[in-house]
């Protein structure tokens, strides 16, 4: 059959937001609101030892006194904390042990995103831990993991199973009063992902989470901690979708890395949550605190496709602490009608020798708002430290933005840092030349930004890298005019 | 009292001075209420992030000069740029020189602020010009309410100045500490001409503050052509305020030498409001000691198919501290816009610091915009190649250091200044550079 315009209009007005349906399950939620008493309820729920209680308490009472931060380059009506309920759960609770005991509704969401458990299971060699509004649900490839000693599981299990490690090492990179979301984070996260490492082991597999927002009107907190211990490597990734909803949906991460002497990891994104309608109505709030730290010649390694929420305050940033050691940042952000994203990272060159490679690139459409917002800090004693930013936008349309706030600071004579950006549109030359070979405009576009895109997409994982081409399509559908 | 509030009420004893039913008097008290609403700038406003002034604001500064001093001019001769022939304004301690100034009414106005401010003849233009381009920050704001003397040069359409012009601001250290706060107005007029060196200059080692502030009108087809030397004594600091505004056609060049100063702010502002505009920014900057330079440039892109080139070079000694905050804002109707921004900077000493932040803001899809940043350290090869030619290693390095600002000395259009810079960069690289410059 004939493939006509006709078809391909019906089918972008059809394709708005692939990943927009809501699974109907029965959702265990607290009543909205926060106070001291939702704090310890969230903790009671968890079956949480006392000092992780008076942790969150503690966490609860710094953010009281913190005010929400508006230097970011977003504007947004601010969401009414007292509004969120701070917990829920799916309903079906005890834990499975195959995939055939889940809720068969939940397998089918996954399915209509096109990741089918099983097949993931057993062709791409992927562990994946589900997190559905905030529960982990599903554990799987945990015996291979367990056989090398490698602990996957989520971090409410970890706080029962492995009080000591998290205990040594939880709030350490992003304590509970570094900004405003984290301390709220901190106080009432209601799950996540916790991975440790040993000395020594490679980890055979990607691990995985899955990340979805489910139920209307709860904001998602999660809290992420991955422990490479000495001379390990870990290559972890983190996916996100989420239902279409009209109400604004409150995502605050925090996400912490701690990479001891010698170990690498590799810690990559897709998010593609709902970033509200045509007319900018809805959509995800996505602020996001991640930092990891480098010990002695250990490397930690940030990639992530931005394509989806309406707000996005997120940056991943590297503590270069060790001698030698490695920050690495590749950042693809799309943004599209009225989406707005404040992103970019930060990388703290304490130790000697240590470098740091940021490359940022940024598409804007539509009516949407894209900043690149970075530091890079040299302190005195970082002798030879070394670092590499490029920052590139484009721009389709002229009634989006594109904005670089990048921030440099050097106390150190031997430290050798460049910097550079670029602005620059879609070439009418470039499109033409698709044109003339029988690429239609649409697909030229996809090509360019896929090309422009190119060593950002070139860092993620095979299985991602697929993933994030189609995203990056989808999200600047309908975007030339 | 802090100095704030001497101010204020400083202000009030000027009012009595000042004619009512002067148009200005309603501008001046506008900007004094800004500047008391918002006080001096400190840490935590996003422009002053790098630079502090609290330790300036201790002193006790006098605003007002109590007694005149006459100046000679065997001891200022060096300052002017005496090898050619200049129409000259010099202020002492804040006051009109006649006896050193060389000033015009032929054709061309270059006279004083004072006297444009008071006569019916400059009113016309005082009253389309005077504050149209200043922004309303507190330290403009603070100016404009003070504004009683500076410069005010007018060219008319379709004059080519002969010869360019100096603006020299002498503190003769008369009070032992000194506020001052020139006002600048050049307006200049369709197709022409015009080329001017500024400077301020410190004679004795009493703290000074300056802040001044100076706009700039280019009409059609006009060409501005700025010098700013800023090579003034450890004690004295200066926050200079400079608004440009383009219209279509226009080529507005400034050059700034930073090489002295305590605390040195400069703020350069681009307004481009027609179409073709060609903004050129230059720097360059070299510090030793305790020295603080801080380079605040804005372009703001407001009319299509203009272009704007920033180039900015920094040398960094001792525990000297730079900053450069370059910004380009591209509005959504300036299409075709070619904006690039440069800035290099060398840390020489373990104690130095450099603080960068190159911002871009653009709104508009057709433009072609990019900026760069680099810091690093001399080239161990290349100071190698030079010492093993038989060049001292501290010889080697000031070569080093000379070529890397020679991009920006190089598009110095008057010969007679560009061999004085070169002096005054082989004086501050602390070498002979053995060639003649």
Same mark, same amino acid.
């Given at each position: 059959m004939k493939y006509t315009e006709d078809d391909l209009k019906k089918e972008l007005e059809t394709k708005e937001y692939e990943y927009g349906f809501y699974t109907d399950i029965e959702s265990d939620t607290f009543p909205v609101g926060l106070n001291e008493d939702v704090v310890r309820a969230i903790s009671k729920k968890k079956e949480e030892p006392e000092w992780m209680t008076e942790w969150r308490l503690e966490s609860y009472r710094y953010w009281l006194k913190m005010v929400e931060p508006e230097w970011a380059n977003v504007h947004y009506e601010?969401?009414?904390?007292?509004?969120i309920s701070y917990y829920s759960a799916p309903n079906s609770k005890p834990k499975y042990d195959s995939l055939d005991e889940v809720d068969p509704e939940l397998l089918d969401t996954f399915k209509r995103l096109g990741i089918s458990l099983d097949e993931q299971k057993k062709l791409a060699g992927v562990a994946v831990d589900i997190v559905m509004d905030s529960v982990s649900v599903a554990t799987t490839f945990k015996k291979t993991l367990a056989e090398k000693g490698i602990i996957f599981c989520s971090i409410s +299990?970890?706080? $029962?199973?492995?009080? +000591?490690?998290? $205990?040594?090492?939880?709030?350490?990179?992003?304590?509970?009063?570094?900004?405003?979301?984290?301390?709220?984070n901190s106080a009432v996260f209601s799950d996540g992902s916790f991975c440790y490492i040993p000395k020594g082991v490679r980890c055979p597999m990607e691990l995985s989470t899955y990340f979805r927002i489910n139920q209307a009107g709860t904001g998602q907190f999660e809290r992420t901690l991955v422990i490479a211990d000495e001379d390990s490597y870990v290559s972890y990734l983190e996916g996100c979708t989420a239902p279409s909803r009209d109400e604004n949906q409150l995502h605050a991460a925090v996400v912490e890395l701690i990479a001891l002497d010698g170990a690498e990891i590799k810690y990559s994104t897709v998010q593609n949550w709902y970033p509200g309608d045509k007319e900018g109505k809805g959509g995800v709030y996505n602020f996001v605190t991640k930092r990891g730290i480098c010990e002695k010649n250990a490397k930690i390694s940030w990639t992530q496709v931005e394509t989806g929420s309406a707000v996005t305050w997120k940056y991943p940033s590297c503590i270069l602490k060790g001698d030698n050691s490695i920050g690495e940042f590749y950042s693809i952000a799309v943004t599209n009608d009225y989406q707005q994203a404040d992103t970019g990272t930060k990388m703290i060159h304490i130790g000697k020798n240590t470098k740091s490679t940021i490359i940022s690139k940024g598409i804007s459409a539509g009516r949407s708002q894209n900043s690149y917002r970075g530091l890079v800090k040299i302190h005195p004693n970082a002798d030879n430290a070394r670092n590499f930013s490029q920052c590139d936008s484009l721009l389709m349309g002229n009634s989006c933005g594109a904005h670089t706030f990048p921030y440099i600071e050097s106390k150190n004579k031997s430290a050798q840092i460049e910097h550079e950006a670029t602005t620059s549109k879609i070439g009418e030359d470039q499109i033409f030349y698709c044109n003339q070979r029988g690429i239609d405009t649409e697909k030229a576009i996809a090509l360019i930004v896929n090309g422009f895109g190119k060593e950002v997409l070139n860092k993620l994982p095979m299985e991602f890298a697929v993933e994030a081409q189609k995203l990056l399509e989808i999200s600047l559908e309908g975007s030339v005019g | 009292m802090s100095f704030k509030d001497k101010l204020l009420s400083s202000y009030i004893a000027l009012e009595d001075y000042l004619e009512f039913d002067s148009p200005l008097h309603d501008v001046r008290n506008n900007a004094i209420k800004i500047f008391e609403e918002k006080g001096f700038p400190t840490k935590k406003d996003e422009e002053w992030k790098y630079t502090s002034l609290n330790s300036l604001l201790k002193t006790d500064y006098s605003v007002y000069s109590n007694k005149e001093r006459n100046v000679e001019l065997q001891d200022v001769r060096k300052y002017f740029l005496n090898e050619i022939d200049t129409y000259k304004l010099v202020f002492i301690d804040g006051v009109y020189s006649s006896f050193l100034s060389e000033t015009t009414h032929d054709t061309l106005d270059v006279c004083l602020m004072s006297a444009a401010l008071n006569k019916k003849k400059y009113k016309p233009v005082i009253e389309a010009y005077f504050n149209k381009a200043a922004k309303s920050d507190s330290l403009t704001a603070l100016n404009t309410a003070f504004t009683k003397e500076g410069a005010y040069i007018h060219i008319?359409?379709?004059?080519?100045?002969?010869?360019?012009?100096?603006?020299?601001?002498?503190s003769t250290g008369n009070e032992a500490a000194m506020f001052l706060q020139p006002r600048n107005l050049i307006v200049v007029g369709e197709n022409a001409h015009v080329q001017i060196i500024e400077r301020h200059q410190s004679l004795s080692t009493n703290e000074v503050l300056t802040n001044s502030v100076t706009e700039i009108f280019a009409e059609k087809r006009a060409y501005v052509d700025y010098y700013k030397i800023q090579n003034d004594v450890e004690s004295a600091s200066l926050i200079d305020n400079t608004y440009i505004s383009q219209q279509r056609d226009t080529v507005c060049r400034v050059h700034t030498f930073s090489f002295g100063g305590k605390l040195v702010r400069n703020n350069l502002n681009y307004f481009q409001n027609g179409e073709n505009c060609d903004s050129t920014l230059k720097g360059i900057t070299i510090l030793k000691g305790k020295q603080h330079v801080d380079h605040n440039t804005l372009v703001h892109h407001i009319s299509p198919n203009c272009e704007s080139h920033q180039d900015y070079k920094g040398l960094f000694a001792d525990s000297s501290v730079g900053v450069f905050n370059g910004k380009i804002i591209v509005e959504k109707d300036a299409q075709k816009i070619d904006a690039y921004q440069q800035n290099d900077n060398i840390l020489i000493d373990d104690n130095a610091t450099i603080n960068a932040k190159p911002q871009l803001e653009i709104f508009a899809d057709d433009v072609k915009c990019s900026h760069g940043c680099?810091?690093?350290?001399?080239?161990?090869?290349?100071?190698?190649?030079?010492?093993?030619?038989?060049?001292?290693m501290k010889e080697a390095r000031g070569l080093m250091m000379y070529a890397f600002a020679n991009t920006v000395l190089e598009?110095?259009?008057?010969?007679?200044?560009?061999?004085?810079?070169?002096?005054l960069i082989a004086n501050k690289i602390g070498v002979s550079l053995g060639f003649e410059l």
């Open positions: 601010k969401p009414d904390f007292q509004a +299990e970890a706080i $029962k199973n492995h009080p +000591e490690l998290v $205990k040594k090492y939880l709030g350490t990179v992003v304590p509970q009063r570094d900004n405003f979301y984290a301390a709220l | 008319p359409a379709h004059k080519e100045v002969e010869k360019p012009i100096e603006i020299l601001n002498f680099t810091i690093g350290q001399f080239d161990e090869e290349a100071l190698f190649y030079l010492r093993s030619r038989g060049i001292g598009s110095v259009k008057i010969p007679e200044l560009k061999v004085r810079i070169n002096k």
